[in-house]
């Protein structure tokens, strides 16, 4: 099982380094909503914690969402899933796979939105282990309920509206936990940042149990 | 094929006897809410409004419940009674959400001065709601009986993961919602005698109302399957 996860996934990752276009796509979309929020918001609104810290994590949600739809439509557009699927095991390392991919992805998304926002923005970051331990939990807690969502709206018309619809409202706690770490973090909060790390932590632990337990049985 | 004979006998017979109950419990609770139970000390007659307010956001709770208990009964066993229970009792659920908005909104007017504010508990609620919306929709935009079922089983034990968020929203950030006054971790319930024999009452009659609801959506449901298993058979 793990053989055959580490193969969906290493396979997934050097089709992206091969053609990078999910990735190119998700680097360029979190940093044109970083840039675009910042200014409709206005720069003395952008640089408050929590203001920048949503702006951030809204962003990385819908680049999560961009990257993980693109990597299914790979698969179909060379008719792969369904290989996948036939080997035995094939839906549990599928969905694992994928979860990995998408994580390691996020974590260079998110390491270029991060970046571009405390230059962009001018942050002063007040304890910088307590943000990147935010960070790091955050790009963990995003990764399944989005690849969980694309599953279940594969193969289905409108898909491009039914994902966001289904994840983002599964996706608010994460959110709120990961923008309420950072500006604690950014603020110097280190309780408060423990605090929402921990729910990060807990919310990552139940979506993944819940996915690596039901979701392969929708995947056909 | 499995058949939906059996089940369907089964809520065409108790289906009458629920409804009989529902308007007779319904009655009943109109009676005491309007006239039975005294005016609040603080809020007059406005609290009225909690004994439709409540029973809508428990039979919330419960709806979205049983989507998750017939949920795993179809991934489990593929009875296609299950997938009938999880549609009706969701499309009822988002129903009573609804019911339960905008009657907190209706009674937030006049006590805390706005039809909406951003408190945990309400906007956890409208989360809730739309979640389930978009668990109607999945169902809605997938043709094929088998794929619609698996999925929408997955998102329906997903989903349940915010029911506890919303009870426990008041508890855990500070919120301008009421705490819990029935269910309470520290003690009994926190109302006067009275008004917690009205609320119960209401809990019932709203609680028959959805069994009712449920039987006769469920019905319809596998009615359906039935006709498109005999248009399927020629």
Same mark, same amino acid.
């Given at each position: 099982m793990i053989r055959r996860l580490g193969l969906v996934a290493g396979r997934e990752l050097l089709a992206e380094r091969r053609q990078p276009d999910g990735l190119v796509a998700a680097v360029t979309f979190i940093a044109l909503l970083v840039l675009l929020e910042s200014l409709v918001v206005g720069p003395v609104s952008a640089r408050q914690p929590a203001v920048a810290g949503a702006l951030f994590w809204i962003a990385l949600a819908f680049a999560a969402i961009l990257a993980a739809t693109r990597s299914f439509d790979r698969e179909l557009e060379d008719d792969a899933l369904d290989a996948i699927i036939a080997l035995p095991g094939g839906r549990d390392a599928l969905f694992a796979g994928k979860v990995l991919a998408l994580t390691a992805v996020l974590a260079i998304v998110g390491a270029v939105g991060g970046v571009l926002s405390l230059v962009l923005l001018d942050l002063e970051v007040a304890l910088a282990g307590h943000l990147l331990l935010v960070t790091a939990l955050g790009v963990l807690a995003l990764p399944t309920v989005v690849v969980l969502d694309v599953v279940l709206a /594969?193969? /289905?018309?409108?898909r491009a509206a039914l994902v966001p619809i289904l994840a983002l409202p599964v996706l608010i706690p994460q959110l709120v936990a990961a923008t309420q770490g950072s500006a604690s973090a950014l603020s110097g909060d280190a309780t408060g940042s423990l605090g929402w790390s921990a729910l990060l932590l807990a919310f990552a632990f139940v979506y993944a149990v819940l996915g690596f337990t039901i979701v392969p049985a929708a995947i056909e | 094929m499995t058949t939906t004979t059996f089940p369907r006998a089964l809520v065409l017979r108790v289906r009458p006897w629920l409804g009989i109950a529902a308007i007779a419990a319904a009655s009943i609770s109109t009676y005491m809410s309007l006239l039975w139970a005294p005016p609040d000390a603080m809020q007059g007659d406005v609290y009225r409004i909690m004994y439709v307010h409540v029973p809508s956001a428990w039979l919330a709770y419960l709806a979205f419940i049983v989507v998750f208990l017939a949920s795993v009964g179809w991934l489990w066993t593929r009875q296609r009674w299950f997938d009938a229970v999880a549609v009706a009792s969701a499309e009822i659920g988002v129903l009573f959400t609804a019911l339960a908005l905008v009657a907190g909104s209706i009674w937030a007017k !006049? @006590? +805390?001065? *706005? +039809? +909406? @504010? +951003?408190e945990p508990r309400l906007v956890t609620t409208a989360v809730m709601f739309v979640m389930y919306v978009g668990y109607l929709l999945l169902r809605n935009l997938s043709t094929d009986f088998v794929r619609r079922a698996s999925r929408a089983a997955v998102l329906g034990i997903v989903l349940v993961v915010d029911v506890p968020v919303v009870h426990l929203s008041v508890l855990w950030m500070n919120s301008l919602h009421q705490l !819990? @006054? *029935? #269910?309470?971790a520290s003690g009994g !319930?926190? #109302?006067?005698s009275s008004m917690l024999a009205t609320l119960l009452v209401s809990v019932a009659a709203f609680t028959l109302i959805y069994a009712y609801l449920l039987a006769a959506r469920v019905g319809i449901e596998l009615r359906r399957h039935e006709r498109i298993g005999a248009l399927r058979d020629g």
């Open positions: /594969l193969r /289905l018309r409108a | !006049p @006590t +805390w001065g *706005v +039809w +909406w @504010t +951003w !819990p @006054t *029935v #269910l309470r !319930p926190s #109302l006067d």
